[in-house]
């Protein structure tokens, strides 16, 4: 006859963390968001990434690192690297970075410049607040003041990118643009604009309207700030 095991041997060990999990993830298909602090909603991300581990600590050690959930999203991958993170997150999190990215610029896309001008502001901010060299962006606008195009037509080094006019201006007339923004980050984090930043916005300002086009502004992205050169009289 066999002898059956003890019933506490019969159990399948689980993680301490499994029931956490499902906790947490009933919450928030209940509730919502709001009912999780910043640290379970990147619990929830990291779940995929890291199905054996228990994140918890390893959430909260992010945002104690980068402050914040878009920190942690928009931080480079050395840095998330440094904390701990091996491929497999530092993919998702750039993945899930690159889809906020997108729905970013789908939102603004053929929107009318002057009624969109705060999400303009924070897709510039998200795509560019990461970077670690200075690149140059462009925001193509057509007669109405549409967004009809978002390129980046150069990167630099982490203090200097270089502009060729007329590479900016051949490039508005290409799309039948009517008008163009200027984007370009300070890696510093310092969103002053430089000497060189002044000379070169008012020499794109000239050949823009030599040939009928308008600028209307030039941002500078640093620090999780901007400068509008509008803003402060420099065009």
């Known amino acids: 006859m066999t002898q059956s095991l003890p019933l506490e041997e019969?159990?399948?060990?689980?993680?301490h963390y499994h029931g956490h999990r499902q906790r947490l993830r009933e919450r928030f298909l209940e509730h919502g968001a709001e009912?999780?602090?910043?640290?379970?909603l990147l619990e929830l991300l990291l779940f995929a990434a890291l199905?054996?581990?228990d994140?918890?600590?390893?959430?909260?050690?992010?945002?104690?690192r980068f402050k914040t959930l878009k920190g942690v999203l928009q931080a480079e991958d050395k840095a998330l690297r440094d904390a701990g993170l091996s491929d497999s997150p530092v993919a998702l999190l750039r993945a899930i970075a690159a889809a906020h990215l997108r729905i970013g610029r789908a939102e603004i896309i053929d929107q009318p410049v002057l009624s969109s001008w705060q999400k303009i502001l924070d897709y510039c901010q998200a795509a560019m607040a990461h970077e670690t060299r200075e690149q140059l962006r462009i925001l193509f606008l057509n007669r109405k003041n549409r967004l009809i195009a978002d390129e980046v037509q150069q990167r630099g080094t982490i203090d200097h990118t270089p502009v060729y006019v007329r590479e900016v201006i051949r490039r508005a007339l290409e799309l039948g643009a009517g008008a163009i923004i200027l984007v370009h980050n300070h890696p510093s984090g310092d969103p002053t604009p430089s000497k060189n930043d002044i000379a070169m916005t008012r020499e794109v300002a000239l050949a823009a309207q030599t040939v009928g086009?308008?600028?209307?502004?030039?941002?500078?992205i640093g620090g999780g700030r901007h400068v509008s050169f509008k803003e402060q009289g420099l065009i």
Do not use: G, S, W
């Open 10 to 15: 019969e159990k399948e060990d689980k993680p």
């Open 51 to 53: 199905p054996r581990q």
């Open 213 to 220: 086009l308008t600028l209307h502004d030039h941002l500078i």
């Open 55 to 64: 994140v918890k600590p390893l959430a909260k050690d992010l945002l104690n």
């Open 35 to 40: 009912a999780l602090q910043d640290y379970e």
